[in-house]
């Protein structure tokens, strides 16, 4: 029972440690917080302000971690805060993780995401205190042909365009730091690139992507959008994906040189399904019965495919996904209509939170 044995270990372990985290006040980054302000553990989030609008901002995420509003591409800054804070954990969430506002700037995407990533490790250089890193990626970074591949860690990595080239970088990056300067001269600070699938959990609320615009077309009694409904995806609740970033930061926290590596955190097969299968199963859920329409495109070329293989994960962490597909939705639309009758988010987030981990 992996699952079971990492939720028990990740528990046990956090209590007390002192993390740091990039992109807090993002969506995963904001059910971080609640995870880790459960977990008891000394958080400080450093990142852009948000809008009211975001999970965060609703659920007072202030109130649950030592909050610093910062740029990553402002290296004194994020060296200054690092190192005072003398976290024995890092977490680099902090990214631009829109597709399409990547395709748009380039410039900016690639300054935040490689730039920033070489920042956040010129900055752990300097800070004895830090034992393990972990780099946020995405299943993106394949070189992906569209031909149904179910990706492993081994496979050539790519990217045709700003986000996926970007976040291909930061895996380059993340090596080069590894073998030159943590994993050297006397040093051993375990440092990881994690490649997570399409994350989905409630509180989400960019409109660009797929599931608060599924969403809102229902609240609104409105046809949903979809640019290609037969697309497939390795869809993943936040919770597990989470789940699997701090397994793999506490393992390599305790074993630097056996789980300093590459690791997929996805779904089981079960979990690799088109946008149209989303969006029914969706629809039942929330009861609504209006159908769909194609949407414009945008210039950005997307895989008809894409999977991911997390046998490694499986074999060598103590790591699992525990919850289904239909629970993930189902509790996605639970908490969008919850947030409809106005419970607040961080009543939400703290059932949802205690319930996966059990407290």
Not at 71 to 79: A, H, Q
């Amino acid at each position: 029972m992996h699952a079971i044995k990492a939720i028990k270990n990740n528990n046990i372990f956090y209590n007390r440690k002192r993390v740091f985290l990039t992109g807090h006040t993002g969506f995963k980054g904001a059910w971080l917080t609640a995870i880790l302000h459960e977990l008891r553990t000394h958080s400080m989030g450093y990142a852009l302000e948000t809008d009211k609008e975001s999970l965060f901002k609703k659920m007072d995420g202030d109130s649950m971690i030592q909050s610093v509003i910062g740029d990553v591409r402002n290296f004194e800054k994020l060296k200054k805060e690092l190192c005072a804070f003398k976290p024995e954990i890092v977490i680099h969430l902090a990214a631009q993780a829109i597709v399409k506002d990547c395709f748009d700037n380039p410039q900016y995407a690639y300054e935040t995401n490689v730039m920033g990533t070489v920042n956040l490790f010129e900055a752990v250089r300097s800070c004895d205190s830090v034992k393990s890193i972990l780099i946020v990626t995405t299943d993106k970074v394949y070189e992906n042909k569209g031909d149904g591949a179910v990706y492993v860690e081994t496979d050539p990595l790519g990217g045709i365009d700003p986000y996926s080239s970007s976040k291909a970088c930061m895996e380059l990056i993340s090596d080069t730091y590894k073998k030159s300067y943590l994993q050297s001269d006397g040093r051993m600070i375990g440092v990881s690139t994690v490649r997570a699938s399409n994350v989905i959990g409630g509180g989400d609320h960019i409109q660009s992507r797929l599931i608060p615009s599924i969403l809102n077309s229902f609240a609104e009694g409105k046809e949903v959008e979809l640019r290609n409904p037969h697309q497939t995806r390795p869809w993943q609740s936040v919770l597990d994906a989470l789940n699997g970033y701090l397994s793999i930061a506490r393992l390599m926290y305790e074993n630097p040189e056996t789980y300093s590596s590459q690791w997929n955190i996805g779904p089981a097969k079960e979990g690799i399904q088109s946008v149209l299968d989303v969006v029914t199963k969706m629809q039942g859920y929330y009861k609504n019965n209006s159908g769909y329409t194609i949407g414009e495109t945008f210039k950005v070329v997307e895989s008809q495919t894409l999977g991911l293989d997390i046998s490694k994960s499986l074999d060598r962490l103590d790591w699992a996904p525990v919850l289904s597909l239909d629970k993930i939705l189902f509790d996605l639309v639970d908490f969008f209509k919850r947030q409809q009758a106005k419970e607040p988010e961080r009543d939400i987030c703290h059932g949802q939170v205690s319930d996966f981990f059990k407290f």
